[in-house]
Every structure is written in C-alpha cells, then in structure tokens.
C-alpha cells in the first residue's frame, strides 16, 4: 500500500479540489433487469435499457466518496479545520476514488469503441476529446478567480480529455493494455521530479515553483486508463462475462450524472458550509 501512495504522491502538488469525473458512455451497453443465460460458455447478461448497472454502481460510489473528500477539503481549505487530509486514510481514499474513475474511463471507452462503426470512431472520439478538455479549461477559468497562483492547470477533466483521443491508438490491442497500464505507471518512478521546463508538466514533470489545486500528468495516471480498457476488454468484449445480479437505483443514478455532479457539487458544497457557518 505504501508503495502505490508513493507512486501516485508526487504528482499530487496540492489537494484535490475538483476530483475525478468523466461523462458517462451514453452508448455504454448495461442492462437493468438481468437476464441470465449461458453462451459459448460464458456467462451472459442480456440488456433491457443498453447499460451495464455495475459500471453505474462503481461509478456512483466513487461520486460519494469524492464528495465526502470535497467536503473535508473545503473544510480545511477555506474554513481553517484541521482534520488531517494529507494523512494517509484520506490520500488512500483520494487514490482509490480517482483511480476508479479512471479505470471505468477505459472499460467504457472500450465497450463504447467496439459498439461504434469504423467510419465513425475518429470524429466521434476527437469530438468528445475536445469536449471534455474544453470542460477542464472551464475549471481552469472557474479556479483562477479564487486560487490564481494555483489554479487548476491539468486536471481530471484535461486528463481525461487528452485521454480520450490517445485511447484511439490503443484501442485495438484489447487485453494488452493492462500490461501496457502497468508500464506507464511505473515509468512515473524513473521521470525527474522537476525540470527547468514550463511545458512538461501534462507529462509528470512539474517545474519547481508549479502548484495546481487538481494536478493528474499523463504519467502515471493515464496508465489506469489503458489498465480499464484491458479490463474491459476481457470482461466485456466480445459479449460481457461479468455476472451482476445485484440492483442498487440510487448508485446507478448517482453514477449515470457524474459529470453534471461533478460540476455542481462543489458550489452546493460551499454554499452549505457558508450557511452553517
């Protein structure tokens, strides 16, 4: 455990702020009554709405834990608590709760890739690309305003935004990807801590008076992305061999609005702790 909070702690130059969310695959196959039936020898679930509830389930619990640590955050940040975020419970919870978004990013982008005719998949993929970046620059703006020396730079949504377009170029080495993954997180262990740079910093390599709010390189976090898009492409790929029987509707809901939640609970957080205190 110590040496995965090593791993991902020196990319991390300042709390989160704005923790990991990412749109939901809308064309993301998951079923809502499961069917259960036996094929080529695996086990199958048949979908009624097009959705895998387990994606949503896994999703929606990490939208609570996010809130719980913005929650907290905020507490120590603009109101002075000392609670003790940058103990190792709450930085384990920080590094289990990116990472599972991040892992579901490439679960569902594989899903969603194998579902997507050919001619397609480039302008469908660039479009989201920009999408989602252009949802990270908006948080920029948002942060500069109250934390301009250490406004959020590349965060999880550029993250992901560049994610998305890279992913096309893994895409089809399936199940490799979770060797591939694995590499790119270790390679965080053998970049430099600093550079005299100023342009490095998407990659991991901050320069020395770098500071961000929400600070997540391509190096090392990109790499559980590739790591979810194995995943996804043994569990899910040609036909699902995940067996979910177990329904949970406040989760499922909770993790099919991720990113209208993640851009919405922060001002609602803040706006509650302002009338409290």
């Not at 896994?58 to 834990?65: D, E, H, K, T």
């Not at 709450?90 to 005719?117: D, N, Q, Y």
Request: hydrophobic share 55%; net charge positive; charged share 15%.
């Amino acid at each position: 455990m110590t040496a995965v909070l090593f791993l991902f702690r020196r990319t991390k130059r300042a709390h989160l702020i704005s923790s990991a969310m990412f749109p939901v695959e809308k064309d993301t196959k998951t079923c809502v009554a499961p069917l259960l039936f036996k094929s080529n020898k695996h086990i199958i679930l048949s979908s009624v709405e097009g959705r895998y509830p387990e994606l949503d389930i896994f999703r929606g619990i990490a939208v609570l834990a996010m809130i719980v640590y913005h929650g907290v955050f905020d507490l120590e940040y603009f109101y002075g608590w000392s609670i003790g975020l940058r103990t190792a419970p709450w930085e384990l919870m920080r590094v289990a709760t990116v990472s599972t978004f991040l892992a579901l990013v490439g679960i569902c982008f594989t899903i969603s890739w194998h579902k997507t005719p050919v001619h397609a998949r480039l302008r469908k993929y660039a479009q989201r690309s920009i999408t989602i970046f252009a949802g990270g620059m908006l948080i920029s703006l948002m942060t500069w305003f109250f934390a301009s020396d250490a406004f959020v730079k590349f965060g999880i949504l550029h993250l992901i935004g560049v994610s998305v377009f890279l992913q096309m170029l893994f895409a089809r080495i399936g199940a490799w990807n979770i060797a591939t993954g694995i590499l790119v997180m270790l390679l965080a262990l053998f970049l430099p801590a600093t550079t005299s740079s100023s342009l490095l910093f998407p990659l991991g390599i901050p320069s020395p008076s770098f500071a961000s709010l929400d600070y997540y390189p391509l190096i090392p976090w990109f790499g559980l992305i590739l790591l979810g898009m194995g995943i996804g492409s043994l569990l899910y790929i040609p036909e699902p061999r995940w067996q979910w029987t177990c329904r949970i509707p406040l989760l499922e809901y909770t993790g099919k609005r991720a990113l209208l939640i993640y851009f919405i609970h922060q001002p609602i957080l803040l706006g509650i702790l302002f009338l409290l205190h």
